[in-house]
Every structure is written in structure tokens, then in C-alpha cells.
């Protein structure tokens, strides 16, 4: 699958803008709208203050967030980039 588009900070990439909005159509609240910008990383790694202490309950909005994606018809995998960065990628 290539990967065209990739918004934010890396995170994700989307095969098109249409695929992003598709995408953009399924999230639930501020931090799964910035998942799907690209600017949240899904081990959570990108969380800070008192977001970090939960943790655990960010990475389950943003694997939530992918499944409504999936049951929508869209194809969700995860490729690695440079040192490691995991990178969500998203095509319809």
C-alpha cells in the first residue's frame, strides 16, 4: 500500500486527503481528531502532564478510533519508520 499523504507530525498517512476526511468522519473527541491529524502517537509517547498518568486510556481511544475505521471499510496496518517510529497507515 503506498502512502501519499501524511499529516501533522508522521504519526499516520492516509493514501489521499479523501481517506483522511473519511477518517476524520469516525473520531470521538479532541484527542482522536488530533490522532488523525498525525499529531498523537498510538503508544502514547507524544502525551504530556497529566495525560501520561492515563496513558492506558489514550492508546484504547486511538485503537477504538482505528476500529470504527476498519468496520467503516477502510484499511487500517501500522508500517516502521526511521528508529523504530511506529506509523499508522490508513487507505480506502
Same mark, same amino acid.
Given at each position: 500500500m503506498a502512502s501519499t499523504y501524511a499529516p501533522g507530525n508522521g504519526w499516520i498517512e492516509y493514501? %489521499? /486527503?479523501a481517506t483522511q /476526511? &473519511? +477518517?476524520l468522519? =469516525?473520531?470521538r473527541g479532541c484527542y482522536q481528531v488530533s &490522532? +488523525? %491529524?498525525g499529531y498523537e502517537a498510538? *503508544? !502514547?509517547s507524544t502525551l504530556a502532564g497529566n495525560a501520561r498518568k492515563y496513558g492506558g486510556r489514550y492508546i484504547r481511544s486511538y485503537l477504538a478510533w482505528? =476500529? @470504527?475505521c476498519k468496520? +467503516? !471499510?477502510l @484499511?487500517? *496496518?501500522e508500517r516502521t519508520g526511521k528508529h523504530g517510529k511506529r506509523i499508522i497507515v490508513i487507505a480506502s
Open positions: 493514501d %489521499n /486527503e /476526511e &473519511a +477518517a468522519k =469516525h473520531t &490522532a +488523525a %491529524n498510538i *503508544s !502514547g482505528l =476500529h @470504527r468496520d +467503516a !471499510g @484499511r487500517v *496496518s
